[in-house]
């Protein structure tokens, strides 16, 4: 890519060479590799101009215009340096309106893709692809920031996806979990539940009997809620004896304070 007065341009084959182009047939070998050369960096500097068109995105330069674009940049001779396609050849090319061609080159030139010599009304205008560099930098600069935008968001999947990578995976790790087995609690008796409360004289006042003996209370939802009903008047007290049963929370003494 040739650099010039702030523009990329694209480097066709210098004066000196295309000069000779009818001896090509007679060139010496270093003449011919020079030839090939500069061919390939002409062939190389097009497709790196057309991604930079691709990738462009500038108002001015939609769908339809980067398509003209980059059908002109085809229109490029490398030997002679010619680039004058007519409106109509690239309206017949793309399936587009010449009105259309007409309207859009003007906009690919406001957009610094193309500078336009004029030769006249009935001949075709010259075109020569040139961008300004510091277009250039900064269409390369987007482009740098979307790719480092996937390359993170992808590494935050990866990390969302991977439970190791979770943050105190290890204090949280499900496999570390200890799942009951409900046959360990057959025979056990559960916590602050009358059934586990060993029997305490201190536990009610000296002297005082035990309305309710431990093994005549029933421990079953479904036996001890007609229980309840045939010893407990209070509509209220006895879904609050019902909750205290459900939360392992009753004992001797409270029920016997309920009923009383």
């Keep these: 890519m040739i650099v010039e007065d702030g523009y990329y341009s694209i480097?066709?084959?210098?004066?000196?060479i295309?000069?000779?182009?009818?001896d090509k047939p007679e060139w010496p070998a270093e003449l011919r590799n020079e030839y090939k050369r500069l061919h390939a960096e002409f062939t190389?500097?097009?497709a790196e101009f057309s991604m930079w068109v691709r990738r462009d995105r500038d108002s001015r330069m939609n769908r339809t215009a980067k398509t003209i674009l980059l059908l002109i940049l085809d229109c490029l001779n490398f030997d002679t340096g010619r680039c004058d396609p007519g409106h109509q050849f690239i309206a017949d090319e793309l399936g587009v309106s010449v009105r259309t061609v007409e309207r859009t080159i003007p906009r690919i030139a406001a957009s610094g893709?193309?500078?336009i010599t004029r030769r006249g009304k009935t001949t075709t205008n010259f075109y020569r692809p040139s961008v300004p560099t510091q277009k250039?930098?900064?269409?390369?600069?987007?482009?740098d920031g979307l790719r480092e935008q996937r390359s993170?968001?992808?590494?935050?999947?990866?990390?969302l996806g991977d439970p190791t990578k979770m943050a105190d995976h290890s204090a949280s790790d499900p496999t570390m979990v200890r799942i009951h087995d409900p046959t360990e609690l057959a025979g056990k008796p559960m916590n602050r539940t009358f059934e586990e409360e060993p029997l305490k004289e201190s536990s009610c006042s000296e002297g005082r009997e035990d309305t309710y003996p431990r093994e005549s209370i029933p421990t079953d939802e479904t036996q001890f809620g007609p229980w309840v009903k045939a010893n407990i008047h209070d509509p209220t007290q006895r879904r609050e004896a019902l909750r205290l049963l459900r939360e392992r929370k009753m004992t001797p003494e409270i029920l016997r304070r309920m009923a009383a």
């Design 11 to 16: 480097p066709i084959l210098p004066r000196e």
């Design 18 to 22: 295309a000069s000779r182009l009818k």
């Design 44 to 46: 190389a500097s097009k």
């Design 113 to 115: 893709w193309l500078s």
């Design 136 to 143: 250039v930098a900064a269409i390369l600069d987007y482009a």
């Design 152 to 159: 993170e968001e992808r590494e935050r999947r990866r990390q």
